[in-house]
């Protein structure tokens, strides 16, 4: 089954001296990305594909000699690196490219090494555009099925999330394999790899903590109190996970520091099928009792998908006070205070009056599974 992508048509995206750099965690079809483009243009557009993986590549495109990088690119309309995080300094040697060649264009895929690794920063200041291809959304998916389809697919979604070979996997064993692969194999490769960190196990040991704390405020020095670790190295894996997409952070709003919490974040993982392979769970929703972290999260990493797609510009936090009253969800933009409550049955709708009288010029809307999607596509 060939799965709809945002991205479809990347020609909007590719400018002559610019490099075009989509990537993203691992496994979410970047590279499916790339040759379907290449396939859809190779009859009007000549182009020179290569690989990461691929030695001379490494050694050409690494060395910053310009003579080299200018004769390897010369005579193509489009360069296409795959897999682009593996070559070193790449940053300068697509910068010679795209400076040298008038009227050159350059397409690259990688993993979050990329932003690990600080490859492509400074050196293409200036010169670059970015996509960041997540697991697919439901405003993809919402191409393939329409909204009574999504939501009889909806425990699906929770429990096995959406990256792509779990959506065209054929059976229940089929997916759990796929994500056991994932977590196993891919994870956490860019950060053992660039990071020298020498435990996964450790890391894995992390992610389990914060598996079971979605929704919750998230203490680091307790998290190192667990792992016998120090704050700061778990500030440090925390951050190395956001930018290998793994987790993402949501802070507290505050606009009142003597009631509000704010100090703490919660963290959310960028895949619900990913969260749930890290605790070993797959278990159907009806004898499960976490039902309300697997739906927050769900919404929480659908939205931010929606925000990225669609070019929402929104300042994005949760809201507690000392004494527990909270909003899930709290989006600021366009000079607006828009406040989300994440219900899972309509039954159990309570809005916070809390909310609306601390901020009066601020709206509430109640999210559930019979109105999600209104909200996430």
Known sequence: MLLPRNYDNLTPFIKPNKVLVIYGSRQTGKTTLLNKFLSDNENFLKYKLDSGDDINTQIV?????????????????????????????????????VDQLPNIKVVVTGSSSFELAGQVGEPLTGRKITLILFPLSQI????????????????????????????????????????????????????????????????????????????????????????????????????????????????????????????????????????????????????????????????VVERLKKQSYDEIYSNNYFWRTWDQKEIDWVEERDGRLIGYEFKWKRKSRKSSKAWLESYPEASLEIIDNENYLEFVK
């Open 61 to 97: 495109l690494g060395s910053g000699d310009m003579k080299k990088i200018v004769d390897y690119a010369k005579g193509y309309d489009l360069i296409a690196i795959d897999e682009a995080q593996r070559i070193k300094n790449i940053g300068l040697g697509l910068k010679i490219i």
């Open 140 to 299: 993809e998916l919402g191409k393939l099925y329409n909204d009574h389809d999504l939501k009889s697919r909806l425990e699906d979604y929770l429990i096995f999330g959406s990256y792509p070979e779990t959506l065209t996997s054929s059976s229940l064993k089929d997916k759990k394999k796929v994500l056991e692969e994932l977590v196993g194999s891919y994870l956490l490769k860019d950060i053992l790899e660039l990071e020298k960190v020498k435990s996964s196990k450790l890391l894995l040991d992390l992610l389990r903590l914060l598996a079971f704390q979605i929704g919750a405020e998230v203490s680091l020095s307790e998290l190192g109190k667990q792992l016998g670790i120090d704050t700061k190295t778990v500030a440090r894996y925390l951050d190395l996970f956001e930018k290998s997409f793994v987790i993402f952070n949501l802070r507290g709003f505050s606009r009142n520091r003597r009631k509000e919490i704010t100090s703490k974040s919660k963290y959310y993982f960028f895949d619900n099928g990913i969260r749930n392979a890290i605790i070993a769970n797959f278990n159907p929703l009806d004898i499960r009792d976490d039902i309300g972290k697997l739906w927050e999260n769900f919404l």
